[in-house]
């Protein structure tokens, strides 16, 4: 089993930043991918960015050059810094792990880009 807890989120003008954070408890050796996925309201959850245990990234086209993932595996946590927001990207932040086949969802921050 596998818990995660996101925060950072909040409220920012158009060309802020924010970092968020998800920390990772449980049966947390065994991770090797963490990610981020955001859900705008009536629309899917999409991908957003993802990096391996050992540090390779993922990007969805519309973050590249504006958002970073890391990862803190002494700490089990994973960030997403997200710099010059757009209004586009107001939705909630979702973390995600999988683990012996199984998906691990935190309960998701908000994050709210106004124009």
């Known amino acids: 089993q596998v818990q995660l807890v996101e925060s950072g989120g909040g409220l920012v003008q158009a060309g802020g930043s924010l970092r968020l954070s998800c920390a990772a408890s449980?049966?947390?050796?065994?991770?090797?991918?963490m990610g981020w996925y955001r859900q705008a309201p009536g629309k899917q959850r999409d991908f957003v960015a993802d990096?391996?245990?050992?540090?390779?990234?993922n990007y969805e086209d519309s973050v590249k050059g504006r958002f970073t993932i890391s990862r803190d595996n002494a700490k089990n946590t994973v960030y997403l810094q997200m710099n010059n927001l757009k209004p586009e990207d107001t939705a909630r932040y979702y973390c995600?792990?999988?683990?012996?086949?199984?998906?691990?969802w935190g309960q998701g921050t908000q994050v709210t880009v106004s124009s």
């Open positions: 449980g049966i947390v050796r065994s991770i090797n991918a």
């Open positions: 995600k792990t999988r683990l012996l086949g199984n998906n691990y």
């Open positions: 990096i391996t245990s050992g540090g390779s990234t």
